[in-house]
């Protein structure tokens, strides 16, 4: 038996457009067209007996994360909240305190969020096999054979056998350059650092407390002064944000002598840009990977995506070509990894297509920006079947709402009232109004908001379902 401890942290830029800060990759359907990677990476453990998992995320993903979780049947999995990132080493830390506060000492099997593993009997058999160590007090790491001299992960030198199954680790190996890194691949001793862990709770926060232990009290410390807010437990952030930001690996891995590697072949990846996902992906005779509206003509060995148009190719190779509602990126294969850069700019120039896609994901439901311009903004509103929004006003823009499909329940002013399909209703400037769907189908309408300032931030909460007042 043991714990799953999922982090969901990170932004992902470097597969921006699809990855924004409010929207990243571990919540997206990236290679399975129904599950995000968050929800396949719980899904995989399905076969192995396991305790109710723990997710590690950004206080700003929650609703995302928790409504994720509720797909899958887990709407009562505990939602550790970081109030900002500070690294592996803390958030693990957090893990393991909250999971030892009652007296308990589970295993804990440390998952990234956003990974591949497309062999699940041979990740389960490393499970198993890292269970043996991690029983026997040991910090174990999982090591993935290489397939190709990679200079995006970092690696683990291959010692001597510790016995079942398990082998030390002499060395801790950054991201190489290509030539080393096709060293590494010739030597055969050597494996890519996955991230995966699995130890006992007491036994890491004990390697915590002798290598790093300003993280620990200030672990405890957040833990202590936090809050339980339904399934979530918000981390104190005048606490946390004294934290040192460190990883695993710098701050317990590397300086353990109780350090054992697992080597796993089991088709991993962590999708930790554009080609990597073409390279997980099925290619057509061409090489290519095509998703969504596409049209390709004299196209190889390239990924070409499309979210709400069509996208056509022509003469193209090597290429990596994505459109969303918008934006578009256009880059060579070989250049992926300068994504980033592009995520960096954008914040530089004051821009906001980094942050959220145009359709943007609330607790009650997704509204869609369809449409700006001086002093008006149009969004088209979906609201689940029995949710609510917030009871609200607005200092500087009014709201007109027109509705397009099921039926509204709205609160303007002192008046509680029914609109329907093709109705319409105003809320003026100033005016306390909210908007409910008593239905049973999603309710779908159309907000024209007009005034002198239309920024998300204009908002007043006199009371939320959702606990954001």
């Known amino acids: 038996m043991f714990v799953p401890i999922i982090m969901a942290g990170g932004s992902g830029t470097r597969l921006w457009p699809l ?24 899904k995989r453990l399905a076969g192995l007996t396991h305790a109710s998992p723990q997710l590690i995320c950004n206080e700003e993903h929650r609703f995302l994360a928790a ?18 990132g500070r690294n592996t080493a803390p958030a693990i830390a957090l ?20 990974h591949l593993i497309q062999n699940i009997e041979a990740f389960h058999d490393g499970i198993r096999t890292a ?14 054979t290489p397939t190709r001299p990679e200079t995006g992960y970092g690696y683990l ?3 001597p056998s510790v016995g079942n199954g398990g082998f030390e680790v002499t060395r801790f190996v950054e991201k190489p350059n290509t030539e080393t890194a096709q060293v590494y691949l010739s030597d055969g001793g050597y494996y890519w650092n996955s991230g995966m862990f699995m130890f006992r709770a007491s036994r890491y926060l004990e390697e915590l407390q002798a290598f790093e232990p300003d993280i620990l009290f200030w672990c405890r410390e957040a833990l202590a002064k936090g809050q339980r807010d339904m399934h979530f437990t918000r981390i104190d952030r005048e606490a946390f944000s004294q934290c040192p930001d460190n990883s695993i690996d710098y701050a317990v891995m590397e300086k353990t002598q109780q350090a ?30 095509l998703t969504g509206d596409v049209i390709s003509v004299g196209t190889s060995n390239s990924y070409v995506y499309s979210e709400s148009r069509l996208v056509s190719t022509v003469g193209i190779n090597d290429l990596i070509v994505v459109e969303t509602k918008d934006a578009v990126l256009v880059a060579h294969k070989d250049h992926v990894q300068d994504v980033k850069e592009i995520v960096e700019k954008l914040k530089a120039d004051g821009r906001k297509e980094h942050m959220s896609h145009r359709e943007v994901y609330r607790p009650w439901g997704v509204y869609d920006a369809i449409d700006s311009g001086l002093r008006y903004q149009v969004k088209r509103i979906t ?17 007109h709402w027109i509705v397009v499909s099921g039926t509204a329940k709205v609160t303007n002013g002192e008046k509680t009232y029914l609109v329907t399909e093709n109705q319409s209703t105003y809320i003026p400037i100033g005016g306390v109004h909210a908007l409910e769907n008593p239905g049973v189908i999603p309710l779908e309408l159309i907000e024209v908001q007009s005034g002198s300032y239309l920024g998300e931030d204009d908002i007043v909460r006199f009371s939320d379902s959702y606990g954001r007042c």
Do not use: C, Y
């Open 19 to 42: 990855s924004r800060q409010l929207h990243p990759k571990q919540f997206l359907p990236l290679v399975d067209s129904q599950f995000s990677m968050l929800q396949a990476t719980i």
């Open 67 to 84: 409504e994720q979780l509720r797909l899958l049947g887990l709407q009562d999995v505990n939602i550790l909240l970081e109030p900002m």
């Open 95 to 114: 893990a393991a305190l909250q999971v030892t506060a009652e007296g308990a000492d589970p295993l804990m099997l440390v998952l990234a969020a956003d």
């Open 131 to 144: 269970m043996v160590l991690a029983e026997a007090g040991k910090l174990v790491s999982f090591g993935i």
């Open 157 to 159: 030198r291959q010692g």
């Open 260 to 289: 054992v590697m697992v080597p796993l072949d089991a088709n991993w990846s962590d999708i930790g840009s554009w080609a990597a996902l073409w390279e997980a992906g099925t290619h057509s005779e061409d090489g290519n990977l």
């Open 383 to 399: 609201v689940k079947p029995g949710h609510k929004l917030s009871v609200q006003m607005h200092h500087h823009r009014a709201e």
